[in-house]
């Protein structure tokens, strides 16, 4: 069967880094994406990866090894808007979406 | 910016009953898609469509669910004879072929 994995929450202080994990296995890979959702929201695109290294975009980087089935999404220099839900998804062999049950972040100041 | 719109944002219904749930996405994206989230869990994927038929479909869409593209910019969601268990957010999405999904607002079902 097809199985996303990440933490089902985590806790980060406003000024730091913090590093969500997502592991998966799926039939099939063509790209990997991370969303932020706000509650009672969409989900809103941040990163995709496809081969495996780091993109960077601001604030957010994206790691991806698709050897290891592993990625992660890093967030530095937290803000209190940052707490959210961290959702991660593969994209498999049809094309179709597979969702993680994503990752609440919880800012505390 | 282009981006997807939903309506309505909230519908309440009656269990029985049929509701259509609206999507405009964004007008030169060529995938459609349907999403469903229940308060407080995954995000699940129902169908997408390309080309005027279903590309895919999950284990969810049953034959109670169905979807149009009656003109050049609408993509609807038809739920027949509706369960408590509709109750959910409706997300629909758009991309193009290699890009990420864009989605929309969302509507609220509420079954009672």
């Known amino acids: 069967g097809q199985n996303i994995d990440q933490p089902t929450e985590m806790t980060a202080t406003e000024g730091a880094i913090v590093q969500i994990n997502c592991t998966y296995q799926?039939?099939?890979?063509?790209?990997l994406f991370w969303y932020q959702q706000h509650a009672g929201e969409a989900p809103t695109f941040l990163s995709y990866n496809v081969l495996d290294g780091l993109e960077e975009k601001g604030r957010f980087s994206s790691f991806l090894s698709r050897s290891k089935g592993y990625s992660y999404l890093l967030l530095k220099e937290l803000q209190m808007k940052d707490s959210a839900s961290y959702l991660c998804a593969v994209r498999d062999s049809n094309y179709q979406l597979i969702w993680g049950a994503g990752t609440k972040l919880i800012i505390k100041p | 910016e282009p981006e997807v719109t939903q309506t309505p944002s909230h519908q309440v219904t009656q269990m029985g009953q049929e509701v259509i749930l609206r999507c405009v996405p964004i007008s030169n994206h060529l995938y459609f898609y349907w999403y469903r989230q229940i308060l407080g869990q995954k995000v699940e994927f129902l169908v997408s469509f390309y080309n005027n038929e279903i590309s895919e479909k999950s284990e969810i869409f049953d034959d109670q669910f169905s979807v149009e593209r009656p003109d050049g910019s609408n993509f609807t969601l038809k739920i027949r004879s509706t369960k408590l268990e509709d109750s959910a957010m409706y997300f629909c999405?758009?991309?193009?072929?290699?890009?990420?999904?864009?989605f929309g607002p969302g509507t609220r079902l509420t079954v009672l």
């Open positions: 999405a758009s991309s193009s072929p290699w890009d990420e999904q864009f």
């Open positions: 799926t039939s099939g890979f063509n790209g």
